[in-house]
């Protein structure tokens, strides 16, 4: 079966770098994505991977292993508003997105 | 960017009523949009997949004689929940592509429904 395995929550402190690990089993691959999604509101596209790498934007970056079925994702100067929950989705080779149930992240001052 | 608007944001309807949930595409064209339910602290779930001008595709277990989907034109699908129940309560979120079946989803902000 298809599934998306990441941490249910996790704390950190402001100023700080989280790393939100996602393993992914698919049938067939097509690319990770990671979306941000504040408390009461849709989800934000934050980052893409199709191949293997780290691919960074401003203070987010986030990275894929393909032989690992691996991709986490890295916030750095962690800030209060990065309090959210991030979800990592898997693409397969339908092109259906498989959707983890997202890690709930707490910034702590 | 993409903009995706959902209307109402929120509802309350006592059940057996039904209700009209509209998802438009502002600066972009979407052939296919999709529907989601987000129940608290569980992660997003297909409910079904709209095609304009042709019928939706449900995700197993979605009954799609309660959760009518129109798409009846490149910028509008509706969803209707009819004879709403308690159960129904839940976070209904819509979205779209602007590029290809690899390209991020763009979602509208989402309607939380409660139904009493």
């Known amino acids: 079966g298809q599934n998306i395995d990441q941490p249910t929550e996790m704390t950190a402190t402001e100023g700080a770098i989280v790393q939100i690990n996602c393993t992914y089993q698919?049938?067939?691959?097509?690319?990770l994505f990671w979306y941000q999604q504040h408390a009461g509101e849709a989800p934000t596209f934050l980052s893409y991977n199709v191949l293997d790498g780290l691919e960074e934007k401003g203070r987010f970056s986030s990275f894929l292993s393909r032989s690992k079925g691996y991709s986490y994702l890295l916030l750095k100067e962690l800030q209060m508003k990065d309090s959210a929950s991030y979800l990592c989705?898997?693409?397969?080779?339908?092109?259906?997105?498989?959707w983890g149930a997202g890690t709930k992240l707490i910034i702590k001052p | 960017g993409a903009v995706v608007s959902q209307h109402p944001s929120w509802v309350i309807c006592k059940s057996g009523t039904s209700v009209k949930i509209e998802c438009r595409s502002l600066d972009f064209q979407a052939t296919t949009m999709f529907w989601y339910r987000q129940f608290p602290k569980q992660s997003l779930m297909l409910m079904a997949t709209?095609?304009?001008?042709?019928?939706?595709?449900?995700e197993q277990g979605v009954e799609k004689d309660k959760f009518l989907i129109n798409h009846a034109s490149l910028t509008l699908s509706t969803l209707t929940v009819t004879s709403a129940h308690p159960e129904d309560s839940s976070f209904y979120i819509c979205s779209a592509r602007t590029g290809g079946e690899n390209s991020p989803l763009h979602f509208g902000n989402g309607t939380r429904l409660t139904v009493t």
């Open positions: 989705a898997g693409l397969d080779s339908n092109y259906q997105l498989i």
């Open positions: 709209s095609n304009e001008g042709s019928k939706a595709t449900y």
């Open positions: 698919t049938s067939g691959f097509n690319g």
